[in-house]
């Protein structure tokens, strides 16, 4: 997959604190969107610029961590029966299931030099922690980069150190379909201990699921908001 190129996006920036800009832009696919975040992080060290962007899940696709394979990470069979194709990020974690009703923030920023992986996760979960307490839903940082509704996953982040930047970017589950997440994906190979064995059906939560009827743009908003108090 090649970078596409970044231009202008289609809904200016939002100046946040300390220059943060904030841009709410998704791509037609997953494989662009990811792309993009890739761009964005290979001209941050060059730009100097500190973007979140924010960014909805369209077609169905899976998306592997950089060290994922397709054969171990993937019901193969099962997602060429449904037509869902498969893409690599470049950040570390497990694989995860784009769909519409995956929201989707990413963090790119000239890298400051100081290598503290969990620092930089603790950025990503504080971030989505913060937005869903504007949803009205509490929420914690669980295992090294998830964020967790008591014992439920909501949330999943992932990052990398390249181009002399930093990537950090998560996921949140609005309204994802959940018994597709459980068809299309095998067990992952390493889990958190708080998962303790169990199915994606078992283990994760969404939004709808939780009865919170968030539009996408209050989901947005509640992003941008908790960006100006953290990034």
């Known amino acids: 997959m090649q970078p596409t ?73 099962e997602c060429r029966r449904r037509g869902i194709g498969y893409a690599k990020r470049v950040t570390g974690g497990g694989t995860v299931l784009q769909t519409p009703g995956v929201f989707n923030y990413s963090y790119t920023a000239p890298d400051p030099g100081r290598f503290d992986m969990q620092r930089v996760f603790e950025q990503g979960t504080r971030l989505v922690v913060r937005a869903l307490a504007q949803l009205g839903v509490r929420a914690q940082q669980r295992g090294t ?25 998560g996921t949140l589950l609005v309204g994802a379909d959940v018994e597709l997440m459980e068809a299309a994906l095998r067990h992952p190979r390493k889990e958190p201990e708080y998962r303790r064995g169990r199915s994606h059906r078992d283990f994760v939560v969404t939004l709808a699921q939780l009865g919170v009827g968030a539009t996408d743009a209050e989901v947005e908003s509640a992003f941008v908001m908790a960006a100006a108090d953290l990034l």
């Open 145 to 169: 980069s998830d964020v967790a509704i008591g014992d439920l996953k909501i949330s999943g982040n992932a990052q990398a150190r390249k181009w002399r930047a930093v990537l950090l970017h």
């Open 5 to 77: 190129s970044v231009a202008v996006s289609p809904k200016p920036p939002v100046r946040g604190s300390a220059g943060l800009e904030v841009i709410r832009w998704s791509e037609p696919t997953v494989e662009m969107n990811l792309a993009v975040d890739e761009r964005l992080a290979q001209e941050a060290a060059r730009t100097g610029r500190r973007i979140l962007r924010l960014w909805w899940g369209s077609g169905t696709t899976a998306v592997l961590g950089c060290g994922d394979k397709p054969e171990v990470a993937l019901n193969l069979g």
